[in-house]
């Protein structure tokens, strides 16, 4: 095992599991529709691209084509999308959430109704984190000549992928970058509707 694989399983386990081990010790002080946005996020980026992406469906290459024998052993395919979805959930999710909260003044209300600041620091979140997924974590997964599917949150697939940039060989592509530009709106807009009927 190589450095930069034991760093892959480390991030993957660590950003998956971490945030339910936080929840579980903080859950007094947790709002409660906050359970119910880790469950809808879980939920869309499973069914939106993780399981899409993981399996290859849809003209990809599944992942244990696009890594090393080593990530297939430690992150066993079947797992695969059901680890990043917790990620993606946990992680990402309900830590954008927490960005957005703490930037805002700790201000409730930009979970009430719309709030273009707040939303920023979502989308700026969503962005830079799947720039470092792409460009540093899963960048052998995902560079050129490995197909990753089509699917519902990246509905362009390989028909329409141009490269974005290019930082020290390892491109960014749009078809990686497109659930994150759709999902970030609509992880606010179901946060929205979820603490509003708390």
């Known amino acids: 095992m190589t450095l930069e694989e034991l760093r892959v399983i480390t991030i993957v386990y660590v950003s ?66 059901l680890l990043n979805s917790m990620a993606d959930a946990g992680t990402i999710s309900l830590g954008g959430l927490w960005l957005m909260w703490q930037f805002s003044g700790r201000n409730l209300q930009i979970f009430l109704r719309w709030n273009w600041p707040a939303f920023s620091i979502l989308l700026i979140w969503c962005i830079a984190q799947n720039l470092f997924v792409e460009l540093f974590l899963y960048h052998d997964q995902l560079s050129e000549g490995k197909l ?36 970030a709106p609509i992880l606010y807009k179901l946060v929205i509707l979820l603490a509003k009927k708390s």
């Open 16 to 81: 998956a599991l971490l945030p339910l081990v936080l929840y579980f010790f903080y859950k007094e002080k947790i709002p409660p529709w906050i359970s119910k946005v880790y469950v809808g996020s879980f939920l869309l980026c499973a069914l939106g691209w993780e399981l899409w992406f993981t399996f290859g469906w849809i003209e990809g290459d599944p992942v244990n084509i696009r890594r090393s024998a080593v990530l297939n052993s430690w992150i066993p395919i079947n797992i695969n999308w």
């Open 148 to 183: 990753l599917s089509w699917a519902p949150l990246a509905p362009t697939g390989q028909f329409f992928n141009p490269q974005l940039f290019e930082i020290n060989d390892r491109s960014v592509m749009f078809q990686t970058q497109l659930p994150w530009l759709l999902m």
